[in-house]
């Protein structure tokens, strides 16, 4: 079991004089709630929304301002802005609901190495997020000390060095992009020599929350990796998207990466059959396929977002009537234990 962390150990990341742009975007990301509602035109107590200082202070809010501007003015329940206010709603204690919804601690094979499902090895490679998404299966995860990074690598090389049956590394966190490219090179050239590995993917939501990350340094880096490349992006409405992430997209493409995306299914953000349609249709004009449709991780803080299951399927079935076969993303849960993710199953 992971025990609690007082606070999530998203660390800062460090500004040298010549960083990236990105870097300085990073930096300018909101942090307080109170400052994003009145950019938005937005006062709590008269739209109802119940803000939580003690949420915040659990799980700070952090939004880069290009996000921001894809929310819309004076709108409440926009669906960017829901998936980043802190709420009260996050403090209850919800039955069920737990710190480690998805059975992390049990399957640690070393220092931020997760290893779940035959022939994967998962690197959670940094506690960095340029967002703080309120539903985040990880909000609790202790990454002061599991984080794959910390060591320089060392570890977490040796483990898959010395598994002839892993074939492919994933890597996560947090958002492995958040690292500085170097680092990334860093691990990808001591991969590069362990002879077993086959595939490197990534699941990053920066392409999407944060596209200046994706620069002259990252695309030569990943151009250069000696694997087929999957990219799973993480967006859960249409409107995440804009002409700034069509070019990052787009240049991630022409690296010759696979762009997947996974979205989770959420209460007031995308729980209808318009919003998961426009989603596939504005990721594939993107050139990016749908992949997994999550039900929500029951992890504490997030009880609000969750969709029963009844109504999850019932929005797959209009989906899949309506899209082309390949714009459907499988309807999913992961259950800790289980050798790969549990399809919700059809009555
Ligand atoms: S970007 Fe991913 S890891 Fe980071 S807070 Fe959002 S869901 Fe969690």
Not at 57 to 86: C, E, I, K, N, Y
Not at 151 to 165: F, K, L, P, Y
Not at 176 to 186: D, G, I, M, N, Q
Request: proline share 8%; with cysteine; aromatic share 6%.
């Amino acid at each position: 079991m992971i025990p609690a962390a007082p606070a999530p150990q998203h660390a800062p990341v460090p500004l040298a004089p010549s960083a990236p742009r990105w870097q300085q975007l990073w930096r300018e990301a909101m942090r307080e709630p109170r400052e994003l509602l009145a950019l938005l035109g937005l006062d709590a107590l008269a739209e109802g929304l119940a803000v939580s200082d003690a949420a915040a202070m659990q799980f700070p809010l952090r939004v880069p301002r290009g996000f921001v501007a894809r929310m819309r003015h004076g709108d409440p329940h926009d669906p960017l802005l829901r998936q980043v206010l802190p709420l009260d709603a996050e403090m209850q204690p919800m039955p069920g609901f737990s710190l480690d919804a998805v059975g992390d601690g049990a399957a640690k094979a070393g220092h931020g190495v997760i290893r779940k499902y035959r022939g994967r090895a998962l690197l959670v490679s940094t506690g960095s997020c340029a967002i703080h998404c309120r539903y985040c299966f990880r909000r609790h995860f202790p990454y002061a000390e599991e984080t794959a990074a910390a060591s320089g690598w060392r570890e977490a090389v040796e483990i898959i060095r010395g598994d002839a049956g892993i074939d492919e590394v994933i890597l996560s966190g947090g958002d492995p992009w958040s690292l500085a490219t170097p680092k990334l090179a860093e691990l990808t050239d001591a991969l590069a020599t362990i002879p077993h590995l086959k595939r490197l993917r990534v699941h990053t939501r920066l392409p999407v929350v944060l596209p200046e990350r994706v620069d002259d340094a990252l695309v030569d880096w990943l151009g250069s990796l000696p694997w087929p490349v999957t990219v799973v992006l993480h967006a859960n409405h249409a409107n995440e998207f804009d002409a700034t992430v069509d070019a990052a997209l787009a240049r991630l493409r022409a690296t010759g990466a696979l762009l997947l995306n996974q979205a989770v299914l959420l209460r007031g953000v995308n729980d209808s059959v318009d919003a998961l349609a426009a989603l596939s249709e504005r990721g594939h004009a993107a050139g990016v396929l749908p992949y997994y449709l999550h039900q929500l991780d029951r992890v504490q803080g997030a009880a609000h977002f969750e969709v029963p299951d009844e109504i999850a399927l019932a929005l797959h079935r209009a989906l899949a009537a309506r899209l082309s076969g390949y714009l459907v993303p499988r309807l999913v849960r992961e259950v800790a234990g289980d050798p790969g993710k549990r399809p919700l199953p059809y009555a």
